[in-house]
């Protein structure tokens, strides 16, 4: 019987194992057997065609080639918040342009300032009153904060991530509730959308957990994937969007019935005029029950958790 030598010493992958001699097209074809080979490589080398598919951004992106860029919207993301278990989100909406008290203060002192020394000017006295409007509207910044807050508390705390804060990464009430959960040491959620124009994610969002889709529709899908409820503060077309859209889903049973909590009644009750609505006879009163409304952080959190213990749906 032969012997066996045994060793220690770790086997090497034939792939890292040095050549003595390099393979015939490790190197280009020489100058001195062909003087235009040089110049007709370099074309080769340039062309697209020998790009990478994976690589090639032109490829990518023709039209008939959309249906493997949703997918991989989708997929990287998906990935991503399935490697962080992420299981459930609170999705919060709102304006860009509600900022924080200070900051909105601030604006309304300098247009004032700089309407002293032009009292006429009318458009002035415009953008004047809307910064007092902003600045009236700049409390909610602190209830989405707070409301960041009790979602990145809840479960077993911070650590948690049952159910956690998901918003569409910019400025105003999403950054709010994104930072009440980073407040807390909590992992919170930011989806936001590549733009023609640059803008950049709060700094509040976990960075792992930051992502920018190409497009609307696999955004949207990612917000009410894991959703459990949606809370829509004051906001603009963005945020009738993402709102219109859920209720009517809703409406038409094509995703389960969440809690939707509009915050602040005296606003909502101006921009969405619903008993109009159903007066009208263009939307059924039973839809009036596809959402309600709230004003502090801790009542939109408590009916959160009233609803799913009344319809027996476990956030945790």
Same mark, same amino acid.
């Given at each position: 019987?032969?012997?066996?030598?045994?060793?220690d010493?770790p086997?090497?992958?034939p792939s890292?194992?040095p050549?003595?001699?390099?393979?015939p @097209?490790?190197?280009p074809?020489?100058?001195e057997?062909?003087?235009e080979?040089?110049? /007709?490589?370099?074309?080769?080398?340039?062309?697209?065609? *020998?790009r990478?598919?994976?690589?090639? $951004? +032109?490829?990518l992106? !023709?039209?008939?080639?959309?249906?493997? /860029?949703?997918?991989?919207d989708? $997929?990287?993301?998906e990935?991503?918040?399935?490697?962080n278990?992420?299981?459930?989100t609170?999705v919060?909406f709102?304006?860009?342009? &509600?900022?924080?008290?200070?900051?909105?203060k601030?604006?309304?002192e300098?247009?004032?300032?700089?309407?002293e020394?032009r009292?006429d000017?009318?458009?002035l !006295?415009?953008?004047?009153? &809307?910064?007092? /409007?902003?600045y009236?509207k700049?409390g =909610? *910044?602190?209830?989405?904060?707070?409301?960041?807050r009790?979602?990145?508390?809840s479960? +077993?705390?911070? #650590?948690?991530?049952s159910c956690? &804060?998901?918003?569409?990464?910019?400025?105003g009430?999403?950054?709010?509730?994104?930072?009440?959960?980073?407040?807390?040491?909590?992992k919170?959620?930011?989806?936001?959308?590549?733009?023609?124009?640059?803008? *950049?994610?709060?700094?509040?969002?976990t960075?792992d957990?930051? =992502?920018?889709?190409?497009y609307?529709?696999i955004?949207?899908?990612? =917000?009410?994937?894991?959703?459990?409820a $949606?809370?829509?503060?004051p906001?603009?077309?963005?945020?009738?969007?993402?709102?219109?859209?859920?209720?009517?889903?809703?409406q038409? /049973?094509?995703? %389960?019935?969440v809690?939707?909590?509009?915050? #602040?009644?005296?606003?909502?009750?101006?921009?969405f005029?619903i008993?109009f $609505?159903?007066? +009208?006879?263009?939307?059924?009163? +039973?839809?009036? %029950?596809l959402?309600? *409304?709230?004003e502090?952080?801790?009542?939109? @959190?408590q009916?959160?958790?009233? @609803?799913h213990?009344?319809?027996?749906?476990p956030l =945790?």
């Open positions: 019987m032969a012997n066996h030598v045994k060793t010493a086997a090497l992958k890292t194992i050549r003595s001699e390099p393979l @097209w490790e190197l074809k020489p100058a057997e062909d003087p080979a040089p110049q /007709r490589l370099k074309k080769i080398l340039a062309s697209p065609s *020998y990478p598919a994976d690589h090639d $951004l +032109e490829f992106y !023709q039209d008939d080639l959309r249906f493997f /860029r949703l997918q991989v989708f $997929l990287k993301a990935r991503l918040l399935q490697e278990q992420i299981k459930h609170i919060v709102g304006g860009t342009r &509600i900022k924080e008290p200070g900051g909105a601030r604006k309304v300098a247009l004032r300032a700089v309407l020394n009292p000017d009318v458009d !006295q415009k953008k004047l009153a &809307i910064a007092e /409007r902003i009236a700049s =909610f *910044y602190n209830v989405a904060r707070e409301f960041g009790l979602v990145g508390e479960g +077993e705390g911070p #650590s948690d991530c956690v &804060i998901m918003t569409g990464g910019g400025p009430m999403m950054e709010a509730a994104n930072r009440g959960a980073f407040d807390v040491g909590a919170t959620v930011g989806l936001n959308i590549h733009l023609p124009y640059e803008q *950049y994610p709060n700094p509040y969002i960075p957990l930051c =992502f920018q889709f190409h609307f529709a955004r949207k899908l990612h =917000f009410l994937l894991r959703a459990k $949606l809370v829509v503060f906001g603009g077309y963005g945020t009738f969007d993402e709102l219109f859209e859920t209720l009517t889903l809703m038409t /049973r094509k995703i %389960q019935q809690p939707v909590i509009l915050v #602040s009644e005296a606003y909502w009750r101006q921009a005029n008993d $609505l159903i007066d +009208e006879g263009v939307v059924d009163p +039973e839809d009036r %029950q959402f309600w *409304y709230a502090t952080a801790e009542e939109i @959190w009916s959160i958790l009233d @609803w213990k009344v319809n027996g749906i =945790f």
